[in-house]
């Protein structure tokens, strides 16, 4: 359980980890690609620097987040749906994006010029786990050996947990947990002879988190952190005996809102300085085009799946500081392993 909680400090996408590297006015870790006017006390001082590499961070990691959070197939190896009313398939999974997170402290200034600088990259996954079901409301119409236009109720629920280790606290605002909601139409319903397929829309969210980290003379908080993601997928599916296989292609929009403050203590002109600063209304949005693979085997009652994902590059953003090669929004694989139910 130990273990699982620090890895869970990973879900907010490194965003600790990018706060650790800049040391820490962010050392302003997460901006945006808008957010509202940097504001510094006092007024004498600037912190177009700070807030600069709070929004290029901002930009980098939360995508990322993003991926890990929508995955590739609602229901982990189905493709059409649960097959009427009362027909429940369930699922529950661990998605991780093969992640690139900032590793180089790197100063940050308290001037009215932003300097470019270049944060670094380590490999690193960033995971996100789930439960999913789909609940049969429709059977849909029959059509040869398969029935057409059947209707799933898709709900999902994802958790983090409150987590303090050393100066990093991580806290959910409201609760652990966030519930996500969509809907999933059959095609085809999948029979002996007939595979499934299936058209969905899933909106999933992370729930909402404050994060904290204090450093020798330096304090971040991130406030009112929201990762969102809404994801239209084509699925198909066919079991053969044992073994299962499903893949599809979809796009997702992914959304995230934060607001950042730092007390930054800086040397100015020799003279020891303290300073207030903060970016408030920060706010990232993405479309990435996704495509993903399911093989599964059953277990009894249950089959053991895994997936292999690929998530297109966004629009590029243009940042004024660098991630190694790397750019904000870029592509990045992605993969998931769980199990699935069906009662």
Do not use: H
């Not at 901006?31 to 912190?47: E, F």
């Not at 020798?216 to 997928?233: E, P």
């Amino acid at each position: 359980m130990r273990r699982y909680r620090l890895r869970c400090v990973t879900i907010v996408g490194g965003f600790i980890a990018a706060a650790l590297t800049v040391g820490l006015p962010a050392r302003v870790l997460l901006a945006q690609t808008t957010a509202g006017s940097c504001t510094v006390v006092p007024g004498t001082l600037a912190g177009a620097d700070a807030c600069t590499k709070a929004r290029d961070l901002f930009a980098f990691v939360l995508p990322q987040v993003g991926v890990a959070l929508s995955g590739g197939n609602p229901i982990l190896g189905e493709g059409g749906t649960a097959g009427g009313w009362g027909k429940i398939v369930a699922s529950a999974r661990l998605s991780a994006v093969d992640g690139r997170l900032p590793k180089t402290a790197v100063p940050v200034r308290l001037s009215q010029t932003a300097t470019a600088d270049d944060f670094g990259t380590v490999r690193a996954p960033i995971p996100v786990p789930s439960v999913d079901a789909a609940i049969g409301v429709l059977k849909g119409i029959p059509l040869g050996l398969t029935n057409v236009g059947g209707v799933d109720a898709l709900v999902s629920v994802t958790y983090v947990p409150s987590v303090a280790k050393g100066p990093v606290e991580l806290a959910t605002d409201g609760g652990n947990v966030a519930v996500g909601y969509g809907v999933r139409v059959g095609l085809l319903q999948e029979s002996a002879l007939v595979p499934g397929i299936g058209v969905s829309w899933m909106r999933r969210s992370l729930p909402t988190l404050d994060l904290q980290f204090r450093g020798t003379n330096d304090t971040l908080a991130i406030r009112q952190l929201g990762v969102s993601s809404q994801a239209i997928r084509l699925t198909a599916s066919k079991r053969l005996l044992l073994v299962g296989l499903a893949a599809g292609v979809g796009q997702d929009r992914i959304d995230g809102t934060a607001s950042v403050s730092a007390a930054v203590n800086e040397s100015v002109g020799g003279s020891p300085q303290r300073a207030a600063v903060s970016l408030p209304s920060l706010r990232t949005r993405t479309v990435r085009n996704t495509a993903f693979v399911n093989a599964s085997l059953s277990l009894l009652i249950a089959r053991l799946v895994g997936e292999l994902g690929w998530s297109s590059a966004g629009a590029i953003e243009q940042t004024t500081n660098r991630f190694s090669s790397r750019q904000a929004n870029e592509a990045y694989g992605y993969g998931s392993v769980g199990l699935t139910l069906r009662f």
